[in-house]
């Protein structure tokens, strides 16, 4: 599922800095800056929220084994160490 808004999304002034040469090569390419940073700043947001999923399952699955297994700290041997 794709977080990428439709064209006829709400739309937010904002300031950003971008380095010179950048910006004149893509407005000699003719590219549109809104949309192409609109587009990839949706994707960086994608990305981002799929990594805090894939964090939080580990996290979650780490502590499973944590109840299942218990600590190196709880076993009698290994706890005196």
Not at 29 to 43: Q, R
Not at 63 to 69: D, E, G, L
């Amino acid at each position: 599922m794709s977080t990428i808004p439709s064209r006829h999304s709400a739309k937010r002034s904002t300031n950003v800095y971008l380095t010179a040469s950048l910006v004149d090569k893509a407005r000699s390419m003719n590219m549109n800056l809104s949309a192409t940073l609109d587009e990839l700043l949706a994707k960086a947001i994608e990305s981002r929220q799929n990594e805090q999923a894939k964090e939080k399952e580990d996290m979650q699955a780490m502590n499973r084994f944590m109840t299942k297994a218990g600590l190196l700290s709880d076993d009698e041997f290994f706890g005196g160490l």
